[in-house]
């Protein structure tokens, strides 16, 4: 199984910073890596596609770098709706994997 | 625009069962592979299962295998989760999940998603 590794698991940033997460995978998944967007009580929701493929309607704000086992998703500048869990996934192979998350918190 | 809207969770004792079920409305159901993801409380989230547009390609997480099984209606625009021998360790908010491209061999991101139902295991 493929094993996706978050880091940090927590960060703390203010309104207007650019923030910088990792998600790296256990082997190479070349780019079938995908960022989801959680907030408390919700549904996730897709923000970037193949890593660096931004969802229709997603802020460009947003971006994701990447390929085989590392990866990054940028905010550009934070917006208050942005606190949130974000979430890695593979879907280069059954079973897919989830990150266990990176929660954005207000500094 | 997609939606999907998720029924059939509830309490149940360990041991037992459940029939969980996805509508969906707004697009071509049948080509889209589906998934279940589930969700324990203050836990993050967990793939469960997916399945081909056809019905006919399943698969599944090593933690349900043999206990779930994943179904799916194209007439009824619908998906289903059979849950058996459930365990407390089952607890979670099980989501239904669109794959975001037309089927195409590969497993796709998950752009449309359920609000959840949430499925208790205690006695």
């Known amino acids: 199984d493929i094993q996706m590794t978050q880091s940090p698991s927590s960060l703390s940033a203010s309104v207007g910073d650019k923030v910088t997460f990792t998600c790296r995978a256990s082997q190479s998944i070349t780019t079938y890596l995908n960022w989801y967007q959680q907030k408390p009580g919700k549904a996730p929701k897709l923000l970037i596609y193949t890593a660096s493929s931004l969802q229709s309607g997603v802020p460009s704000r947003f971006s994701g770098s990447g390929s085989g086992t590392d990866f990054t998703l940028t905010i550009s500048s934070l917006e208050p709706e942005d606190f949130a869990t974000y979430y890695c996934?593979?879907?280069?192979?059954?079973?897919?994997?989830f990150g266990q998350g990176t929660r954005v918190e207000i500094k | 625009e997609a939606q999907l809207l998720e029924s059939g969770g509830g309490l149940v004792q360990p041991g037992g069962s459940l029939r969980l079920s996805c509508a969906a409305s707004?697009?071509?159901?049948?080509?889209?592979?589906m998934s279940w993801v589930r969700q324990a409380p203050e836990k993050g989230l967990e793939w469960v299962s997916s399945i081909g547009g056809t019905g006919s390609d399943t698969y599944y997480a090593d933690s349900v295998k043999g206990r779930f099984t994943i179904s799916r209606d194209n007439s009824k625009n619908t998906l289903y989760l059979q849950v058996n021998s459930l365990r407390a360790e089952d607890t979670a908010i099980y989501y239904c999940?669109?794959?975001?491209?037309?089927?195409?061999?590969?497993?796709?991101?998950?752009?449309?998603w359920g609000q959840g139902t949430m499925v208790t295991v205690s006695s």
């Open positions: 999940a669109k794959d975001q491209f037309r089927e195409n061999g590969r497993f796709d991101a998950f752009d449309i």
């Open positions: 996934q593979q879907t280069y192979s059954s079973p897919l994997t």
């Open positions: 707004e697009f071509i159901f049948s080509n889209y592979a």
